[in-house]
C-alpha cells in the first residue's frame, strides 16, 4: 500500500507520525522497550498533544529479535494469531550507553540511536543488516483508516525473495505484494498462498507477525527500502538472522513449523480423474489397467470433485448412481496396490443435507445478525465451516473419517481462498484477520484426522491455500494454471517463491489445468513434473492420460516415473532434511549457491535437493539456456560433462533437458525403478561425481519411514577414493563417474558399467578402497 506521492510529497489524505527521537528507555530482563514521541522534546510542554509510539523488543528464539510497534494500545486483541514456537535457549541481553540502546539475541542486535534523529540498526557479524532511519516508521491516518508502516533500507544489489507462492519474477525488488489470499490462478498478482516473510541475499529474513492483510512495497514506493504496512494500531516484525538463507528458513521454520515428513508412497505418480470429465468405476478401472499394461508405475488414484452428486459439494458421500459400491471399487483399487484421494473443500452447499445439519447446529459461519452466510459462487446457496468452533471441527472431522474407514488414504484440501470479512466468528476473531488464517485452521483439521488415523509419518494432503504456519501440512500444489509453456513458468516460479516462504514440498498439474495442452506442451512439463516433489496428473475438461498425447509422452512418463523412483533413496533423504530443518526439497538456485550473483534472479531451473540440477524446457523446439555455477556438471542420464560458471544454450530432445549432477557430489539411487517405496538401503548405487582430492561427504540413506537407514561416507585422498557403510547391512555398490579404469579395489568387485567404474560390495562388506591410476 502506497502511502506517498514520489519521494516528496504525501499522498492526499494522508497524515503521519513519525518517530522523531527515543525519549525513554525501559529495560527488563527479557526485553528492551524505548519510547519515541512523534515531536522533539525540548521542554515539559513539548509533551502535550502528540503521539508517543511504544517500540518493545524480545526474543523468541536466539538471532531473532521481535519488534513491535504500538501507537494505541487500548483495542481488544480478537486474534487469530501465528503460532510462534518460543526457544528457551534464547538469552537476551541490554546494554546501553550515551550513544544507543542495544538489544541482543545471539548473533544479531538491535541498536536504537540515543541522540537527536530516530534510527534503529539491525546488525551481526560485525555488519549492520538493515537499518529503519528517519520517517521510515509512522503511524498513518488515511481516508481508509488507521496504519502503521515501517521500512527496512536494501543495500545495493540486495535481492529478496519470498512471500509466499507468486508467480511473477522470483526475485520481489519492484514489486507491490498483498498479503490477501485469492482464488486468482496463476497468471496475475494474486496468491492462494500469502506469506507475510521474506528472506533477503543480505543474510537475513523479516516475519511480519500478523495475519491479516499485510501490505509490502519491496523496493518498490521506496526503492531502496522494503515497506510493509498493517491497518490498526500494533505492527509486530521478527528480524531473523542468517547469515545464509539456508538458515534463516531453519529458524524461521522453527518459529513457524515445520513440515511434516509426507509417505514415501507419496512421491509417485498421482493420476486424476480430472475436474469435469466424465467417469465412472469402469471408466477408472480402464484407466488404471491400460496405465500397468504400458508398465507406467503408478501410486495413488484422485477422485475429483464429481465423486459427490452435483449441487450436493460438500456432503461427503458418493453419487450412488456413478458409485453405486464406493467400498468394493475402492477395495479393487486398493487390491491393484493403488493408494486413494478424494477431492473436498471447507463449503457445504445448500442442496447438501449437512447444511440444515450444520445450521442447527451453530457449525456454519455466519453474519453478525445470526444469519448463515451463504452465496452462489461455486455451489449453489453455499455455506462455510466454521472452524474457530472445536465442535464444528470435530463435525466436518467426523465426516471425514467415514471415508477413511471406507479406505481413502488422502484428501485434496481444495479452495479455502475466498472468506468473507463481514462475518462474525465462533471464537470472536477479527473477520479481515481470519480471512487468510482460514485456511491453516481447515488443513490443520484434515491433516490431524488424517495423522490420528492413519498414524504419524502416513497423513499427506493435497492443499491449494495456505499461510505462514501452513508448510507443517504437506503437500501443496500450485493450484489452476493454464495449458501453455507460459504457465508452465509462471508454476515454476510460484513453486520457488514458495520454497522461499518456508514450505518444503510442492506440486502443480503436470500438463496445466486450464484448456488441453497440445502434446509438445504435454510432454515437456512431464520431467518438470515427475522432477518436483510431488507429482500428479491432472486437468480441467479432458483426461490426462498419456497415451492420448501421443506414444512419445507415454515413453517420456515411463522414463521419468521411474528415474524418480530409482532416485528416491536421494530425494526422501531430501524430504527427511525439509521435514527436520526445514530446507526445502525444491530449492531456488539463490538459496543454494548464494554466493554466486549469478544465481540472484535465476526462476528458470532450480536444485531438486543439494547436489541435483534441473532446468525444465519451456518451447516445443526444446531450446533452453541455463546457468551452471562453477565446477564439472555432469549429465545424470548420459554422462555428458558441462562445465561451469557460465551460460550454457542448447537444444532439447522432446524426452530430454538438463538434469545435472552438482561436482563434488554423491548420488544415492535405489535398486527398484517401479514403485517409490522400497528398501533404500537394499541394492543401493552411490553416484560419486567430479570428488577433489581432500573431499568428504556422509550420504544418509533412510528407511522407507524416514528413520536412519544407512550412512556412508565417501574420501578421497590424493588417488584413492575410501567409502564406509554404517547401518543397514545390505548389498551397496559404488559408480565413480567419468573413471573409466582403475588400479585396485581392496573389498568389493569392480563391474563393467557405462558411465563410470562401478564396484560391487556384499552386504558384509562394510569398507570399499578404490586406488586410482
Known amino acids: 500500500m502506497k502511502f506517498t506521492d514520489g519521494y516528496w510529497r504525501l499522498r492526499p489524505g494522508v497524515e503521519p507520525q513519525y518517530p522523531v527521537h527515543v525519549r525513554d528507555v525501559e529495560v527488563k530482563a527479557d526485553r528492551l522497550t524505548v519510547y519515541a514521541p512523534a515531536k522533539r522534546v525540548t521542554h515539559r510542554g513539548d509533551t502535550l498533544n502528540m503521539p508517543l509510539l511504544t517500540v518493545r523488543c524480545t526474543a523468541p528464539a536466539p538471532d531473532v529479535i521481535a519488534v513491535r510497534v504500538t501507537r494505541y494500545a487500548g483495542g481488544v486483541d480478537r486474534g487469530p494469531h501465528f503460532r510462534i514456537e518460543s526457544d528457551p535457549a534464547a538469552s537476551p541481553k541490554v546494554t546501553r550507553d550515551e550513544e544507543s540502546a542495544t ?60 512471500l509466499g507462492e507468486r508467480f511473477g519474477p522470483l526475485v520481489k525488488n519492484g514489486q507491490t505484494v498483498d498479503v490477501w489470499n485469492a482464488d486468482g490462478g496463476t497468471s496475475s498478482e494474486q496468491a492462494y498462498k500469502n506469506v507475510p516473510f521474506y528472506v533477503t541475499s543480505g543474510g537475513y529474513g523479516v516475519f511480519v507477525n500478523d495475519p491479516g492483510p499485510v501490505s509490502f512495497e519491496v ?12 491497518p490498526g494500531q500494533v505492527l509486530e516484525y521478527l528480524v531473523i538472522y542468517g547469515p545464509t538463507p539456508k ?49 507406467l508405475p503408478l501410486s495413488v488414484f484422485h477422485f475429483d470433485t464429481f465423486w459427490m452428486r452435483e449441487f450436493h459439494w460438500c456432503d461427503f458421500e458418493w453419487d450412488p448412481e456413478t458409485f453405486p459400491d464406493p467400498a468394493g471399487m475402492i477395495a479393487r483399487l486398493k487390491a491393484k496396490g493403488l493408494r486413494i484421494c478424494l477431492w473436498i473443500n471447507p463449503y457445504i452447499a445448500q442442496r447438501s443435507k449437512l447444511f440444515a445439519e450444520g445450521a442447527a447446529a451453530g457449525y456454519l459461519v455466519t453474519y453478525p445478525n445470526g444469519d448463515v452466510w451463504q452465496w ?16 464444528a471441527r470435530a463435525w466436518y472431522q467426523s465426516k471425514l473419517k467415514a471415508l477413511l474407514d471406507l479406505g481413502v488414504d488422502a484428501f485434496k484440501t481444495d479452495f479455502g481462498e475466498r472468506i468473507p470479512t463481514d462475518v462474525a466468528w465462533y471464537d470472536g476473531s477479527d473477520p479481515a484477520r481470519m480471512h487468510n488464517y482460514y485456511t491453516h485452521l481447515y488443513n490443520e483439521a484434515v491433516f490431524e484426522l488424517l495423522r490420528e488415523h492413519r498414524g504419524d509419518g502416513e497423513a499427506v494432503l493435497f492443499a491449494r491455500s495456505a499461510t505462514a504456519g501452513g508448510q507443517q501440512f504437506p503437500v501443496h500444489w500450485g493450484g489452476d494454471s493454464e495449458s501453455t509453456f507460459p504457465s508452465m513458468a509462471e508454476s515454476l516460479r510460484g513453486g520457488l517463491s514458495l520454497s522461499m516462504s518456508g514450505f518444503g514440498f510442492w506440486s ?12 509438445a506442451v504435454f510432454t515437456r512439463w512431464i ?80 536444485m531438486l535437493g543439494d547436489s541435483i540440477l534441473v532446468a525444465p524446457v519451456f518451447s516445443a523446439a526444446g531450446d533452453v539456456a541455463f546457468y551452471l555455477p562453477a565446477g564439472r556438471w555432469t549429465d545424470l542420464r548420459s554422462g555428458e560433462v558441462l562445465t561451469g560458471p557460465g551460460w550454457v544454450r542448447r537444444r532439447y530432445g522432446i524426452g530430454d533437458l538438463p538434469v545435472l549432477a ?38 544418509e540413506v533412510p528407511t522407507p519411514q524416514g528413520r536412519p537407514g544407512a550412512t556412508f561416507t565417501v574420501r578421497r585422498s590424493a588417488t584413492v577414493v575410501e567409502v564406509r557403510r554404517g547401518g543397514s547391512a545390505a548389498p551397496w555398490r559404488v559408480r565413480l563417474a567419468g573413471v573409466d579404469t582403475v588400479a585396485a579395489v581392496d573389498a568389493g568387485r569392480p563391474a563393467p558399467s557405462a558411465g563410470g567404474v562401478l564396484i560391487e560390495a556384499d552386504a558384509d562388506i562394510e569398507q570399499v578402497i578404490v586406488h586410482l591410476h
Open 662 to 699: 552438482r561436482p563434488g557430489s554423491v548420488i544415492a539411487l535405489g535398486a527398484h525403478d517401479d514403485r517409490p517405496a522400497y528398501d533404500y538401503a537394499d541394492g543401493v548405487t552411490l553416484r560419486a561425481y567430479e570428488l577433489q582430492d581432500g573431499a568428504s561427504v556422509t550420504v
Open 103 to 162: 538489544f541482543t539475541s545471539g548473533e544479531l542486535s538491535a541498536r536504537f540511536a540515543l541522540g537527536d534523529e530516530w534510527r534503529l540498526e539491525f546488525t551481526a557479524a560485525g555488519r549492520v543488516l538493515t537499518t529503519s532511519p528517519r520517517k521510515a516508521l509512522a503511524a498513518l491516518s488515511t481516508d481508509d483508516g488507521h496504519f502503521l508502516r515501517e521500512q527496512l533500507e536494501l543495500g545495493v544489489g540486495e535481492t529478496v525473495y519470498g
Open 376 to 391: 452462489d459462487l461455486w455451489q449453489a446457496g453455499m455455506a462455510l465451516v466454521d472452524f474457530t468452533n472445536p465442535q
Open 247 to 295: 538458515e534463516v528458513l531453519r529458524k524461521y521454520t522453527a518459529l513457524t513449523g515445520r513440515p511434516a515428513l509426507p509417505p514415501a508412497w507419496s512421491f509417485g505418480l498421482w493420476l486424476s480423474t480430472s475436474f469435469t470429465t466424465n467417469y465412472d468405476e469402469a471408466t477408472v478401472t480402464s484407466i488404471v489397467d491400460e496405465m500397468a499394461e504400458r508398465d
Open 219 to 230: 523496493g518498490s514506493e521506496a526503492v531502496s527500502r522494503v515497506q510493509f504496512s498493517v
Open 508 to 519: 502443480h498439474d503436470i500438463g496445466g489445468f486450464e484448456g488441453t495442452p497440445d502434446p
Open 527 to 606: 520431467p518438470f513434473g515427475l522432477l518436483s516433489s510431488h507429482s500428479r496428473l491432472h486437468g480441467s475438461g479432458s483426461y490426462r492420460v498419456p497415451w492420448l498425447f501421443g506414444e512419445e509422452a507415454v515413453a517420456v512418463l515411463g522414463e521419468y516415473t521411474r528415474l524418480k523412483a530409482r532416485l528416491m533413496p536421494y530425494l526422501y533423504g531430501a524430504a527427511v532434511t525439509a521435514h527436520r530443518e526445514g530446507v526445502p526439497v525444491m530449492r531456488p538456485m539463490a538459496l543454494e549457491f548464494p554466493d554466486d550473483p549469478a544465481c540472484a534472479h535465476l526462476d528458470r531451473q532450480y
